[in-house]
């Protein structure tokens, strides 16, 4: 359990907080790329940090990240006229770049030369992956954009379901790499069968084992860490385990063990102390990863079927997240359907911030440990000017990548030579291009 000022310290991101100051020193997601895909189309709002921002495309495909607040009198921006090489307050007409320079200011004489002196605040922004990031860290420092673990490469296919979720980002990223709760909360989805490795179908994850505690094992990194949970697998149990290997790349996200025919990851942006922005991702091979619209039939969150026009769960609190008791009658687990659907729910009813003081934590939760200690930790390093888990020369290395496996006894786990699902050799892939970016 933490302490409630320890738990703060954890949670909160807004201004000056110290977690808010650790994060700010890696790129990050602010929205999809689809969101903006047309030169000139709608502006689209968003919040990370507790910072409202506006995301555009302009004439020339270029996209910028602008505060969401006009700078002439915090009008919104989000409401503005996206045209000719600019975004356009309604207001008074000012119009700014994607490099936050002021191009016109409608009500303003001419020769008053004050189109020269106002500069907007505007975020370094790169589209990759399907994602569009920002550099919210101090203005002229940031370091070059190094793709993902989970968009190595240009021709990986990457397929993102986004949530916006009212709690904060880390009981979503405890969530994210809690192992144990699988074999309960989608037991229904995620179902033991005789098959010698995790499998996907059209329309659940087979696995390999029937052991509902799994011992934990934790290797602590640079980024973050790696941990293995080992169950007894169905087949050869005396001699083998069956390893699922989960990798914390600091300082939110998670990369899932895969199945047989793509790889998993997830991203928690916090958008303020207590909502978030999840992503869940499918990626890899594009002949055997799911396309965009299939990922998220799969997962049960469809813009307009399951989610609002904004992201929203149409599943909540009030409406008991559709849970359907008599399939419970009938065999099934949860009645929630769509496995991330089931992690939603518990991880909005632990409240806005879950309060840690009161955990009575067991084995099952050594990750869940780990992750706080490390964070904690990494968080006093920011304090003594130390660079902030997982950047810089601490960033998480292209080899590292999580896997599921049935491995015999004398096999260490960390010494496994995995490689991503539908890539054979990693430190093959091409470099990365920074011309792919806006």
Not at 254 to 273: C, E
Not at 313 to 325: G, K, S
Request: glycine residues 8%.
């Amino acid at each position: 359990m933490l302490t409630k000022d320890e738990n703060e310290l954890l949670c909160h991101v807004e201004g000056d907080a110290p977690m808010g100051r650790l994060m700010r020193q890696h790129w990050t997601p602010v929205c999809l790329e689809e969101e903006v895909s047309d030169p000139d189309g709608d502006p689209v709002k968003a919040r990370v940090f507790g910072e409202k921002v506006v995301v555009f495309r302009d004439t020339d495909g270029r996209v910028g990240v602008l505060d969401e607040a006009c700078p002439h009198r915090r009008a919104s921006l989000a409401l503005g006229r996206n045209e000719e090489g600019g975004l356009r307050c309604l207001y008074h007409g000012w119009k700014m770049d994607a490099d936050g320079n002021v191009l016109e200011m409608a009500s303003e004489p001419g020769a008053s030369g004050m189109v020269d002196k106002v500069k907007h605040k505007a975020y370094p922004a790169k589209v990759w992956g399907g994602m569009v990031w920002a550099w919210f860290g101090n203005g002229g420092q940031e370091p070059e954009f190094t793709p993902p673990p989970w968009a190595p490469t240009a021709d990986v296919r990457v397929s993102i379901a986004k949530v916006l979720i009212p709690c904060n980002w880390a009981q979503i990223l405890e969530g994210a790499i809690d192992s144990a709760h699988s074999s309960s909360l989608h037991s229904s989805d995620m179902v033991p069968a005789r098959v010698t490795g995790a499998e996907a179908t059209n329309k659940t994850w087979l696995r390999p084992s029937t052991d509902k505690a799994p011992r934990m094992q934790v290797q602590r990194t640079a980024y973050g860490f790696r941990y293995a949970a080992l169950r007894r697998p169905i087949h050869n149990a005396a001699t083998h385990e069956y390893v699922r290997s989960t990798v914390f790349v600091a300082p939110a996200t998670a990369l899932i063990p895969p199945n047989n025919m793509y790889n998993v990851a997830n991203v928690n942006v916090p958008m303020d102390n207590t909502s978030t922005a999840f992503y869940f991702i499918a990626w890899g091979n594009p002949a055997s990863t799911p396309e965009t619209d299939t990922w998220r039939k799969f997962l049960r969150q469809t813009v307009g079927i399951d989610l609002d026009a904004e992201y929203r769960p149409l599943r909540t609190v009030e409406n008991r997240f559709w849970q359907d008791r008599q399939a419970m009658k009938a065999g099934n687990f949860t009645g929630i359907s769509g496995f991330p659907n089931q992690d939603v729910a518990m991880w909005v009813t632990m409240g806005p911030i879950a309060d840690r003081s009161n955990d009575r934590l067991g084995a099952s939760d050594l990750a869940i440990v780990e992750f706080r200690r490390v964070m904690l930790d990494a968080i006093e390093a920011v304090q003594r000017g130390e660079p902030a888990i997982g950047s810089q020369a601490q960033m998480v290395p292209r080899k590292v990548c999580s896997f599921q496996a049935v491995l015999p006894k004398t096999v260490d786990w960390r010494d496994f030579d995995a490689n991503p699902v539908g890539r054979s050799d990693q430190e093959d892939q091409p470099d990365f291009e920074p011309s792919y970016s806006t």
